[in-house]
């Protein structure tokens, strides 16, 4: 633009030193062709800005639509980073549950179990697998689309079962079929867990790879 606005100056200007020199019709010829060209310049540029601007439209949009996949792949990326770790977090909590159930085994097997801290290991017990279950069911949320739901699913049986067991538990040596039961299961939870570790590694290194073709 600042350069039409220059050429128009000059054609002017020079437009005004020939109109005194030339005879009149002569003048009035040279004013028109002066004037047509200066028009023409302004036209010449002013369609050539159109076209730039035109252009960086296009490739901004260009970019937003490319952009959704990567995006798409990054949080994904993201999401498994954090499904590994609430898995690690919740195998932490199944060893707490291990060792909850095996302070239980040692008051009921005691020669007079003392129901005070019978009661007391009961609820640290039911708290513990309630904050297993509550990780769980965060790790569920961001195991949509990826190689662990299924095995959080099972997951999310075995604590189903797990819990009622512990709410079942009286303080006496009935108990104790109970608490071996319990036992298998949280060592079954640990390896399962470990297990749908395994997966979403596997998946986030499939997605990695296909995003890198």
């Not at 036209?43 to 996949?69: C, L, M, Q």
């Amino acid at each position: 633009m600042q350069l039409t606005k220059t050429l128009l100056t000059l054609l002017m200007g020079m437009t005004v030193a020939s109109a005194l020199a030339l005879p009149p019709q002569a003048k009035g010829d040279d004013l028109v062709v002066r004037a047509e060209a200066a028009t023409n310049a302004a036209a010449a540029d002013k369609d050539k800005n159109k076209d730039k601007n035109k252009n960086k439209t296009n490739n901004g949009a260009k970019a937003k639509a490319n952009n959704g996949k990567p995006n798409a792949k990054a949080q994904d990326c993201a999401n498994a980073k954090k499904l590994a770790a609430g898995i690690d977090k919740n195998i932490e909590i199944q060893k707490k549950e291990q060792s909850n159930v095996a302070a239980i085994e040692k008051i009921v097997n005691s020669n007079n179990p003392d129901k005070g801290q019978f009661d007391k290991a009961k609820q640290t017990l039911l708290k513990t697998i309630d904050d297993g279950i509550k990780v769980r069911t965060q790790n569920q949320e961001l195991a949509k689309g990826n190689g662990a739901a299924a095995g959080l699913e099972k997951v999310k049986n075995a604590q189903a079962t797990e819990l009622k067991q512990a709410q079942g538990l009286k303080g006496t040596k009935g108990d104790l079929n109970t608490i071996a039961e319990m036992k298998k299961e949280f060592a079954g939870g640990i390896d399962q867990n470990t297990k749908n570790k395994q997966a979403v590694s596997h998946t986030h290194d499939q997605d990695v790879s296909s995003n890198g073709r």
